[in-house]
Each structure stands twice: as C-alpha cells, then as structure tokens.
C-alpha cells in the first residue's frame, strides 16, 4: 500500500511541502486515481484510504462530534478515572500508545499532565494538525507533550512519570475487537509506514523498566497476559489491568 500528498489549491503549498518532507511522500496535483492520499480539506488535515472512495476519509477533531463531546464531560468517564486510583493529585502520565489522543485528552481534561508518544508519522501529523486548530480553544492542551517516537525509547529518557498507560492494539485474531473505524485506519497506516504491529509485546518491554504504575487497556475476555496484576477496573466492552 503507498501513498501520496494531494495539492489542490497553491495556497497549500506550504504546508503540503512540509508534510511531504516529513513523510517523503510524493506531491500529486490530480486526485490519484487508486491508493491512499493525504490532502487538506476545510476541516483540516485529512487521510483517505481508498481514492475511489473519497466521502470516507479520516480527519480527527477535538472541537466537535463524539470527542469534543467526549472531552465536555469528561469528569463522567469514571472507568478511565477509577483506572488512575484514589490518588486526587494531578499526576503525570506517559501514554506509549497515543494514537489518535482519544484516551490522552480524557485525562488531560480530568486535570492531569501527559506525555504522549506515537511511532506512526500519519497518525502524529493528523493529531498534530488537530491540535493546532483546538489551540486557545481548549485550556488544558498546555499540559500536553506529544512525541512522534518509539515510545520504549522516549520513555527510557524520561523522568518522574507517576504512571505508564498503555492501550495496544488488539490481538489480529480478534475480528470483534478490531471492528472500529479508528482502529481499522490506524491498521492501514502502520501498513503504509511497515511498522510492525508487535501488540501486546509492548507491555513486556515496559514491564522490564523502571516504572510506577502501568495501566494496560485490554478487551474485557482477554486473557491476562501477566498473572502479577494488582487490580482491575472493569467496563463492559473493555478492562483495565494495573500492575504497580
Ligand atoms: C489502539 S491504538 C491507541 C489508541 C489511543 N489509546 C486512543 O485513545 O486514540 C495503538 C497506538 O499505539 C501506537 N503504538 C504501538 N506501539 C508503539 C510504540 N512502541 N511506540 C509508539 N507508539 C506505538 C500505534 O501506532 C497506535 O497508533
């Protein structure tokens, strides 16, 4: 799978070039006519999967829709809350799965600070952009670090983290799990960008560092993957094993 930098308008230029040096992706100036493109929309940074199916694309978007929803109630999302203990202080939290921030923003905006990583170059630009047109409008993005890296590697150069909070993706296998849009397109960029899915092994390489607390998010059938767990915060669809 390959893709490629739509321009349709001079005025984008700029900003196309950048993303294209970042990327080393190609600059095309007609819609291409199979594969995967990135490309400027009114609403921001946007990635299609499909050029034949362009209505479906992908566009993130703290302000409005289910995350802006999600964000102004966030002190109602108790299971993301329960999972941080009884501790009320604000806490700094490294997420070594940002993907697309969905997570992050909830305890951002639930007071707490956070460092945020993501391997994948697509899915950093799209929350990067998202990012930019939230600022000023959202106060607690000031609390926010985002970092396009191995996580395993930034993590190792860090300090003071009260808590490690990982959400990998879900086991291939898990046809059930897999079923969500957001989840499905970040498949298809890893594959872009031949990262290599590596799952659950992301926790054992955290579970050999020096660290706190680590949160790891798990469909709630799973099977543990560690026996030492020292509680469980437990929702319908998903559960939150925690290892101090
Ligand atoms: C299931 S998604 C996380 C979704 C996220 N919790 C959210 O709320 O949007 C997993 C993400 O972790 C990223 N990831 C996996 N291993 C990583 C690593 N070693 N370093 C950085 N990011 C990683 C993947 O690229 C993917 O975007």
Request: proline share 2%; with cysteine; aromatic share 10%.
């Amino acid at each position: 799978m390959s893709c490629v930098i739509y321009l349709d308008s001079i005025e984008k230029k700029e900003a196309l070039n950048k993303i294209s040096e970042y990327l080393h992706f190609e600059i095309v100036k007609k819609v291409p006519v199979k594969g995967a493109f990135l490309d400027i929309k009114d609403n921001g940074l946007c990635f299609t999967l499909n050029s034949e199916n362009p209505s479906n694309y992908l566009n993130i978007d703290f302000l409005s829709g289910s995350m802006g929803w999600r964000l102004k109630r966030a002190d109602h999302e108790r299971l993301l809350k329960k999972t941080l203990g009884k501790n009320i202080d604000t806490l700094t939290i490294f997420d070594g799965t940002a993907g697309f921030l969905s997570d992050a923003m909830i305890f951002l905006a639930q007071g707490h600070k956070i460092i945020a990583c993501e391997q994948s170059k697509i899915v950093y630009l799209l929350v990067k952009d998202a990012l930019a047109r939230a600022k000023g409008k959202i106060p607690y993005l000031q609390n926010l670090e985002f970092l396009n890296d191995n996580s395993i590697e930034a993590f190792k150069k860090l300090n003071n983290i009260d808590l490690v909070y990982l959400d990998p993706m879900y086991p291939e296998t898990k046809k059930k799990a897999l079923g969500s849009g957001n989840i499905n397109s970040i498949k298809n960029i890893l594959e872009i960008e031949k990262i290599e899915n590596k799952g659950d092994l992301l926790f054992y390489d955290f579970k050999k560092l020096h660290y706190k607390k680590i949160v790891l998010k798990r469909p709630i059938k799973a099977n543990k993957i560690d026996l030492n767990i020292n509680y469980q915060v437990k929702g319908k669809s998903t559960r939150y094993d925690i290892y101090i």
